[in-house]
């Protein structure tokens, strides 16, 4: 039996006591006495998330280890804290907002760019036992002021711009925007002012971040329950309205722990870089809590795979701060492989330190991983997880000994996941077969308990569908060797750049214009994105208007509403939708047409010919 055999039978036959060994890694103020108790971890055990990330290292005399490199192209700028100046600036930030009200339990909401004061923001939030939680900059206003009105944050802390390589990106002005939107008040607003362009404040609500620190006595941690939130990262769902994915204190530390050795294969005082961004699941997890909370350096990067300035740039990180291990998006190599397609940026840095280059985010086409593979020549490795999970649910884990690649396949389930393949019925599939990917109960530490202030939605979103099972929403089949192969999202969610997209969403925006009558928004595959989104818009019987008009207005629309993140710029007027009798849009079927995929025209629909119309407009 390999050592991922014999770890992974373990954690399904005994995960109490598993994950009970799992959390000796820890440090507690009480340790748990319980393991697991209906479906939630370490019950009784109290901690402090920050402490665990920042104070411990320092206490255990590691603090001119640097904790934190921020890299900034866009600012050309680069900036290391060790552990020790990480503490003291977490602990004055966290000082700061306690002067300002915010304690144990409050929210808060952080919309920032990749800075360190926006990791900085999140660790003393975890200090105070406040909840966080995190804004992508890439959203509008509007999206924003959704997020605040539900989260109703205490604080809210942002900054006066984010650097794109095409335009400084006024984060302030969002921030107002959806604040006069919003019906939640925060007590108060602290700005991070740029050099690149400063934002005015508004009296009496708005601070100068540098101005309010400045006296901020240091707080300490304060002692949280395991099961105590420490996090709500909203994603998109189904619907206009976004999940507000909660995670837990105790079960997310020891869960991160765990993977950064065995999953990731990384070691204490290695460099560990997630290219990604703080807005997403894969920056809270990888950038800030797991490569802290193992005694890493880990790589704050405000830049692109291209453009900043070269397709070299992710070499030169990976050579500059001696990066051990690596994650991205496979976009984020597609992007690289267009303009360097014969990777010759590579040969300009010493990638000799690199040890493993980790992929999620989205489906790793065969292709792309072959070329990563050939060029860096170091196992490259899928693995697949989402918001929910916190962490891999499939993957190559690097720490238990590497398995074969079939290529298109994240590998088998991560220790603790386990990972079954169900049809309609319930019934599990037999190898090859596709069908829904679920996980069966309960799910490991670090994953979701619920959705913030809405267990019913959880309940209804992810348990109802397979009784004693989660329904991750992507579909896929398991091989006659375990291997899992997930081929994309069974439900109206779509990956457009490795960022995670409701068509619902912009349906509803879309849906609001006012010679719209109806629209269908599905995801097309991009050679670069992955997947981009088209919309189908049929216009209200009368409406005297040109359809390109439409079309440019209806992608302004989502963009002013959604944001530029969603990538919307294509938006077709056709004259019927297709539909079934019953009045149902036939998405699946528009979904096939659209990737030239053969189907059936179903036996419910209500005039076949739509099907043509559809495919000639594509
Ligand atoms: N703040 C404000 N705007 C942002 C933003 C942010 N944090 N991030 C992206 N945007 C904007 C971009 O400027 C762009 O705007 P534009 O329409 O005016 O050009 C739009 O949102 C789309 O951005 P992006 O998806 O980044 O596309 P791109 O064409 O600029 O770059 C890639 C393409 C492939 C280089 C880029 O998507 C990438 O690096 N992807 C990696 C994905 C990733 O890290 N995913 C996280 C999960 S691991
Ligand atoms: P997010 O919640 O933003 O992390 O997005 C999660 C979704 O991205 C998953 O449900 C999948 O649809 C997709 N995804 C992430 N990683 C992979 C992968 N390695 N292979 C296939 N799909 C992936």
């Not at 950038?287 to 453009?307: A, S």
Request: hydrophobic residues 40%.
């Amino acid at each position: 039996m390999s050592t991922y055999d014999a770890v992974y039978r373990r954690s399904i036959d005994d995960p109490e006591g598993f994950w009970a060994e799992a959390a000796a890694d820890i440090d507690w103020d009480v340790a748990p006495a319980t393991v697991l108790r209906d479906g939630r971890w370490f019950p009784d055990g109290r901690l402090n998330t920050c402490h665990n990330a920042v104070d411990r290292h320092v206490l255990a005399g590691h603090g001119d280890r640097t904790a934190l490199i921020h890299d900034s192209p866009v600012t050309g700028s680069v900036r290391a804290y060790t552990y020790a100046e990480l503490l003291d600036e977490v602990a004055r930030t966290a000082g700061m907002l306690r002067g300002l009200g915010v304690g144990a339990g409050d929210t808060m909401v952080i919309y920032m760019p990749m800075v360190p004061e926006a990791v900085i923001a999140m660790l003393a939030c975890a200090r105070l036992g406040a909840v966080h939680s995190v804004v992508f900059g890439g959203f509008a206003a509007a999206e924003l002021a959704v997020r605040i009105d539900h989260a109703r944050p205490v604080v809210v802390m942002s900054a006066s711009c984010g650097i794109e390589p095409s335009r400084i990106v006024a984060y302030k002005p969002l921030l107002d925007a959806a604040l006069e939107q919003a019906g939640h008040r925060p007590a108060h607003c602290v700005i991070l002012q740029r050099p690149q362009q400063p934002a005015s404040l508004v009296e009496g609500r708005d601070l100068d971040w540098a101005d309010a620190l400045r006296g901020a006595q240091p707080a300490g941690c304060v002692s949280v329950a395991a099961t105590d939130p420490l996090y709500v990262l909203y994603t998109s769902g189904t619907t206009g309205a976004p999940k507000g994915v909660v995670r837990d204190n105790g079960g997310h530390a020891v869960a991160l722990h765990w993977s950064m050795g065995n999953v990731y294969g990384v070691a204490p005082g290695e460099v560990f870089w997630a290219a990604s961004d703080v807005g997403w699941v894969v920056g809270h997890s990888y950038i800030v809590y797991g490569p802290l909370l193992k005694g890493c350096t880990t790589v704050l990067y405000e830049g692109k795979p291209v453009g900043t300035p070269d397709p070299g740039a992710f070499w030169r990180v990976a050579a500059m701060h001696d990066v051990r291990v690596m994650f991205t998006a496979p976009t984020a190599i597609r992007a690289i492989k267009k303009e360097d397609p014969s990777g010759d940026f590579t040969k300009k840095w010493d990638l000799s330190g690199l040890r493993y280059l980790f992929l999620a985010g989205e489906r790793l086409d065969p292709d792309t991983y072959h070329w990563a593979a050939g060029l860096l020549g170091v196992p490259v490795i899928d693995h697949w997880w989402q918001t929910e999970t916190g962490w891999p649910v499939a993957a190559g884990c690097a720490g238990l000994g590497l398995p074969t690649v079939k290529p298109g396949s994240p590998t088998k389930s991560v220790p603790g996941y386990d990972v079954r393949v169900l049809d309609p019925a319930g019934e599990e599939c037999p190898p090859g077969v596709e069908g829904a990917i679920t996980i069966r109960l309960p799910l490991p530490p670090g994953t979701l308990p619920t959705l913030y202030r809405d267990d019913a939605r959880f309940a209804a979103s992810y348990l109802s569908r397979y009784p004693g099972h989660y329904l991750t929403g992507d579909g896929g089949y398991i091989d006659e060797d375990g291997y899992l192969f997930v081929m994309g999202r069974i439900d109206d969610v779509i990956n457009v750049a490795g960022h995670r997209l409701s068509t619902g969403q912009m349906e509803e925006v879309i849906a609001a214009h006012p010679d719209v009558a109806e629209c269908a928004v599905i995801g097309v595959a991009d050679e670069l994105k992955g997947e981009l989104p088209v919309g189908f818009v049929v216009l209200k019987a009368g409406a005297d208007r040109d359809p390109a008009d439409v079309e440019r207005e209806v992608v302004a629309l989502v963009r002013e509403r959604v944001g530029p993140v969603a990538a919307f710029r294509r938006a077709v007027v056709v004259g019927r939708l297709p539909k079934t009798r019953s009045g149902k849009i036939l998405r699946g079927t528009m979904r096939d047409i659209a990737a030239g995929r053969p189907y059936r025209t179903p036996s419910t629909i209500e005039d076949p010919a739509v099907l043509g119309e559809i495919s000639d407009a594509l």
